[in-house]
């Protein structure tokens, strides 16, 4: 059992920068392929990054690559999504999630097992 708890959403300008966090309990976070994922108004959630359990492996959406960087410090049992040169289309409710899975590449909700509660990042045109 994981507990994840996303911080670092705000408001931006569009072009701007932010950096969200994903703190986890437990003392296996090390043990789960860890993403984010983004739920914009009336639209499904959509995968955004994913990273290995050891963080040597990522994952992007194809919308996301070259601006958004996933990491993860196993040490801090944290997980972070640091987003540059953000755009309208990037505002959404942005999720982190924890898989059992050992596959990086996983991009379905159905396949994390574990879930926060949302942080907002709006950003501005």
């Known amino acids: 059992q994981v507990q994840l708890v996303e911080s670092g959403g705000g408001l931006v300008q569009a072009g701007g920068s932010l950096r969200l966090s994903c703190a986890a309990s437990?003392?296996?976070?090390?043990?789960?392929?860890t993403g984010w994922f983004r739920q914009a108004p009336g639209k499904e959630r959509e995968f955004v990054a994913a990273?290995?359990?050891?963080?040597?492996?990522?994952s992007y959406a194809d919308s996301v690559k070259g601006r958004f960087t996933i990491s993860r410090d196993n040490a801090k049992n944290t997980v972070y999504l640091q987003m540059n040169s953000l755009k309208a289309e990037d505002t959404a409710v942005y999720y982190c999630?924890?898989?059992?899975?050992?596959?990086?590449?996983?991009?379905?909700?159905?396949?994390?097992?574990?879930w926060g509660q949302g942080t907002q990042v709006t950003a501005s045109s």
């Open positions: 437990g003392r296996t976070f090390s043990s789960y392929v």
């Open positions: 999630a924890a898989a059992t899975s050992r596959y990086y590449t996983i991009t379905a909700p159905r396949e994390y097992d574990y």
């Open positions: 990273i290995s359990r050891s963080g040597g492996s990522t």
